[in-house]
Each structure stands twice: as structure tokens, then as C-alpha cells.
């Protein structure tokens, strides 16, 4: 395989200070969604864990290394799953976390993020702008900045989901995987390419945030004035450079899919999986209700990568009964 930023065997040595509670995380295959479908599906879930999205395998590394090195304060910018995560890992090091948001962010993440002891910032714009405003105060502070996708932590954190999925029994052909800021795509593509390079690695974006597929499909670096989707967790308008070098070593490909197919496949995933689950996590089932006929007769294994979303919303894109708030 082509070189990328990650190391393989950086990655094994991860899951050593990776608490064990994020690790091995349930795959199985879901018959039931199998008929609306036409193909073979398994689930990798990575909702059961405290933050309830596969974030906390990368702030784990990051933690691990900072309390390590004696820092205590670190800042991120977060859509929500990331602020959660560090906040998670950083509590339990003694870690002082501040996180950036926008106000316009799933409050459900929000208020995890504060429950979790973070301190949060919250700016009138997008992740974007949090992203500035998060630099901004690693710079005056003098404190790490973690920076999702960038950041290697978080991406070798990310492609333990990897080590977990190759060499399963039966094995798969084709892994779906939620794109936006890279981390994912990029860590659990590494991976896959490295160990088991006939499986094809396929990111999948929202129509209405495509910055990263069309960066991967023109191979230079697309931004976009803004982002349109119901998957807050990958609206990302500026996609990192080295991060798309990465995906461009790692990616077979990269499509875009419809709002309508994602509300679809939270639909599926909660009436045939018993799955509540944010918008990104259906990203690997939209992409094989718009195209059924290529992934007919093959294994997907597609990555549920988040369920925090908030009931409201949620209630009112699948059409289920209000969920309770704890």
C-alpha cells in the first residue's frame, strides 16, 4: 500500500491506552435489514460506549499523551461527538477541557458535553468558524489544540474499528464509511488497505456537504461557501489537505447521497436493527438504497458510527414515538 500518515503497528499499540470499554465493539449480521436491501449487511456498532460514537477512541490516544507529557488543558472544536469524547477521556486524566461548538449544534450533544465537565464555548456560526475560535484560544492560552482528522490521534484512534473488522469470520468484501472531517474514512481505510487490500473502501458524504468527495474526486482541496444536510457530524466546508492525501491512498470511493436516503436509513435501522441513531451513522445504507444493483450479492459491512441526536429532530425525520430525555 501506498504510504499514508498512519502506521499500522502505531495503531495495534493504541488499543493498549485505549480504555477497553470503546474497544471490540459489536459486529454481527443484520438479517433484517438484509431484504430491503438485496445484499448481505453487517453492522460494526460503535454506539455502545459512554459518548455513544466512535470518538473516544482517538481523544483516548490524544488524553493518554498529554497526561503522559504533563499537560493539563486542552481545547477542540466539535459538531458535538469529538467535545464529548475528549471530555470523557480528558475527566478521567485530570484533564481541563474546553470544547467550541456552534450554538446552532445538537443541543443533545451539547448538554452531554457539558454534563461531562467540559467547559464550552459556543460561536454564531458554524463548525467552521468554531474551528478558528478554538485555534484562537490554543494560541492565547498557550494549550493544545486537538484538531479532529489532523490530528493523528485521531485518526489511528479511529482505524482500531479497522483491526476489528479485518479477519472476521465471514469475511466482507465492501466497508461503507460516514465521510466528513476524514478521521474515519482515512483510519479504518489504512487499515483495511494495509491487512486486507481486496476489501473496497467506500466513503459516503452528504449531497448537502460534499466538500471532502469532491476534494477525493478532483484530488486537490474543494471548499464550499456552505453546507445544507441534517448530518451535522460530517458538515465540514474545509477539508484538511493532508487528510485528503490520506483518503486518496485509502478510498476506492466516494459518493454523495440524498437527505431523502438518510432519513431512509435511520428508518431501517430502527424498525429492522433496533437502532436509534444520528444521521451520519445511516450514511452506509443510503448509499446502497441509490444504488442497490452494485452491491447486489455482495458482504457490506457498514460503520454505525453515532447515536446521539436529539429527540425532537429525530421524532421529526423518521416518524417514530418522541424518545425520552434523560
Excluded at 485555534?135 to 484512534?157: K, P, Q, V
Excluded at 482541496?221 to 456552505?226: G, H, Q, R
Excluded at 447521497?257 to 450514511?283: D, F, K, N, Y
Aim: hydrophobic share 45%; proline share 4%; aromatic share 4%.
Amino acid at each position: 500500500m501506498r504510504e499514508t500518515r498512519l502506521d499500522t503497528a502505531r495503531i495495534r499499540e493504541a488499543r493498549r491506552v485505549i480504555d477497553p470499554i470503546f474497544l471490540d465493539t459489536p459486529l454481527y449480521r443484520c438479517e433484517a435489514l438484509e431484504p430491503g436491501l438485496g445484499c448481505t449487511v453487517s453492522i460494526k456498532l460503535e454506539t455502545a460506549n459512554p459518548v455513544r460514537s466512535f470518538k473516544a477512541r482517538g481523544t483516548e490516544i490524544a488524553a493518554s499523551l498529554l497526561a503522559d507529557s504533563g499537560s493539563r488543558a486542552v481545547v477542540c472544536a466539535s459538531a458535538g461527538n469529538l467535545g464529548q469524547a475528549l471530555a470523557w477521556s480528558g475527566r478521567g486524566r485530570g484533564l481541563d477541557v474546553t470544547v467550541v461548538a456552534s450554538r446552532f449544534a445538537t443541543v443533545a450533544k451539547l448538554d452531554r458535553i457539558r454534563a461531562l465537565g467540559a467547559r464550552l464555548e459556543l460561536v454564531d456560526g458554524d463548525h467552521e468558524m468554531a474551528r478558528e475560535r478554538a485555534a484562537a484560544i490554543a494560541r492565547y492560552d498557550g494549550i493544545r489544540l486537538l484538531e479532529d482528522s489532523l490530528d493523528i490521534e485521531t485518526c489511528e484512534g479511529a482505524a482500531t474499528i479497522g483491526l476489528e473488522l479485518v479477519g472476521t469470520v465471514p469475511s466482507f468484501d465492501t466497508v461503507l464509511i460516514a465521510l466528513g472531517g476524514g478521521a474515519l474514512a482515512t483510519g479504518v481505510g489504512h487499515v483495511v488497505k494495509d491487512l486486507a487490500p481486496e476489501v473496497e473502501v467506500i466513503c459516503v458524504q452528504p449531497a448537502g456537504a460534499p466538500a471532502l468527495t469532491r476534494s477525493w474526486r478532483e484530488r486537490r482541496v474543494v471548499t464550499t461557501d456552505s453546507t445544507d444536510t441534517i448530518a451535522d457530524g460530517v458538515a465540514g466546508r474545509y477539508p484538511i489537505p493532508a487528510v485528503l492525501d490520506d483518503l486518496l491512498m485509502v478510498a476506492d470511493d466516494a459518493v454523495l447521497v440524498q437527505e431523502t436516503s438518510i432519513i431512509s436509513g435511520m428508518r431501517m435501522l430502527l424498525a429492522h436493527a433496533g437502532l436509534v441513531v444520528e444521521p451520519s451513522a445511516a450514511l452506509g445504507l443510503a448509499a446502497v438504497l441509490e444504488d442497490p444493483a452494485r452491491f447486489a450479492g455482495r458482504h457490506v459491512v457498514t460503520i454505525v458510527c453515532g447515536s446521539n441526536v436529539d429527540a425532537d429532530n429525530y421524532h421529526r425525520w423518521v416518524g417514530a414515538a418522541p424518545l425520552h430525555r434523560s
